[in-house]
């Protein structure tokens, strides 16, 4: 598999400019990115390396120049820059990325070469949507492009943009209908040095408590004109642009984050190795123990479910946008979560600014925009809620199997097609019906078990009994102002989904049996963990598996190797 | 409360982003597949209602 080679290269190639973390001497070592964050800068140096590796190259689709191909891929590479410092990931990847994928989705040839041509020279892209005023409510943005004829004319105030000052093209969302509804905002791509400094003005630089040294800037313009065809796609396409292409984004932005706790559990393994305390050493303490491991169990689910919903995007595009929705809030909250509980093994360390573990406290503060910047969690399961009744109508109980290469990993994948993405599901939801395939004599499960079998009992129960609770809703209980109860039923929805992605996953890798996925340890462990968040107390996980996934967790940690499921090589 | 058909359904507080769920009724009920971006593009119940009597129209075959 050519580019899948070609994966590994580029990941060995981007370990090795980043050298050792530890090493104080390096200029991209936790040491010099601490300090920068201290002074609240992005680090120069680690911006320097991904120009000289090319990280734009990889936002770019095949098609205009760039490596992307496969979304997994362009993960893999992010997750190795969240490892290392989450700002660099952001502030000199993720940020440009959201801008781009709404060119990709509904730009012309034209204004996809111009995004190209500025990743490719390693230049950034700001996206510009946010307005202090109304939050996740895009739909009620007020910057105003209004057409004069020759152009438009663009008028209003962005805030909390990364980049904005020094981005070279900028993707605006902008009102150009008064009108309420749908149809009446477009995106507006521009290049900056363009604009009229007379029209534009700077806002002061917004300060953060974590992502220190991402630039956030705002931007207000004045009757600005620009060319009419800065609009991107037709003339009020922008809020179908946002709700399909950000799919890809909200698809893979969670998945990169898993990067950030996989520092966070190597930098508390190796504090608890090392302290000693009442005659022992920390990481012999089965409470220690069982959170660790629990973080290792949390990142595998994250990446189960970052990875099937990333290859859903390329195998089934029309049903990803609650799958994307649930990837948004399911995962930031679990990585959060486990770096929360992580914290407590630290003590007194995660809250220390220097020291062995110092990185910690940045990445506990670098994680948390993951839970509520590009859609909320809350937004993202109102985008669940309202489709949830025509699912389970539609789809839960009669579904069309769903194809292997979902979850079978060695599987190629057809390419990645943004023209593909649909706004809402329509009733369709094939990797939530797999849940309830095979119960039914096992007909279509090659290895029957009997713990496997109950715990998948378990989950298809759940997921008939949300069926029937939002068959009885109605279309005025799934509005933004739905009970607390109702958005209950999406997060529920969303932690079913993920067992759904963790029992394909084990289920269709079972010839890599090398591998901790294929194990029913694993399995049995990650299902018992979800069944923990389902607050369904009918499941223990015994501790077999506890000391199984242990002892796998400690040999990635002494062998440099990361704890996803790729399991790569990693410079510590 | 009165709903006036030549009014957008928006400005009676139907929210844009989530109005989409309608469509899988929609299409339940007629048995036609209707693009979710349809109540957009025909914002009023006169509008939509003409363009999907287009659509349930087309697909019946012609006799
Ligand atoms: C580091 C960082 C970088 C950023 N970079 C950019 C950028 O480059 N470009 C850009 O445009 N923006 C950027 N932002 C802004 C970011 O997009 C917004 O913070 C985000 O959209 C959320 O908006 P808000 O914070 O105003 O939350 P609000 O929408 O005001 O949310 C407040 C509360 O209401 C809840 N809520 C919101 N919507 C719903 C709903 N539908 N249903 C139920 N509850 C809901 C939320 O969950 C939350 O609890 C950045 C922010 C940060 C911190």
Known sequence: MGTDRGLDDRLADLERRFGDPHDRENPIG????????ERAEMLRAGEQTLDEYGLGAEFVPAEHGGRLTRLEHLVDVMRSVYRRDPCLGLGYGSSSLIGAVNVWASGDLEQCRMVADVLLRN???????HELAHGNDIARNEFEARSTGSG???????????????????????RTDAKAGGRSHSQILVDRASLSPDSVRYLPRFRSA???????GGI?????TVPTDSVVGFAGQGLETALTSFQITRTVLPAMTVGILDTGLRTTIAHVTGRKLYGGTAIDFPYVRSILVGAFLDLLISDCVGTVIARAAHLIPAQLSVYASAAKYLIPKIVIDAMDRLSEVLGSEFYLREGDSAIFQKL?????????????????????LPQLPALARKSWAMEDPVSPALFALDHELPSLRFDRLKISNLGRD???????????????FDAPDREVGQLRALFATEFQDLGNKVAQLSPAEVTPDASSDTYDLASRYAILLAASCCIGVWRHNQNRSDEIISSRSWLIAALGRLADRLKTSAVTVPTQADDYLFAEMMDRFEGRRTFDLAARRVFG | MEIDRDVPLSEYGLDSVYVLALCADIEDHWGVSVEPTLMWDYPTIAGFGNALLELINESRPVS
């Open chain 1, 30 to 37: 936790y040491t010099a990115i601490l300090a920068a964050d």
């Open chain 1, 123 to 129: 230049r950034m892209l700001a996206c510009a949507y």
């Open chain 1, 152 to 174: 438009l004319s663009l008028s209003g105030k962005k805030e909390v943009i990364a980049n904005v000052e020094r981005a070279a093209a900028l993707v605006i969302f902008a």
């Open chain 1, 210 to 216: 974590g992502m220190r040294g991402v630039h956030l």
């Open chain 1, 220 to 224: 207000e313009f004045q009757d600005c």
């Open chain 1, 364 to 384: 506990l503060r670098d994680v948390r925009p993951a839970g509520f910047g590009h859609a909320s969690g809350a937004a993202c399961q109102l985008t669940i």
């Open chain 1, 430 to 444: 094939q990797l939530g019906a797999s849940l309830g395939f095979g119960l039914d004599g096992e007909s279509d």
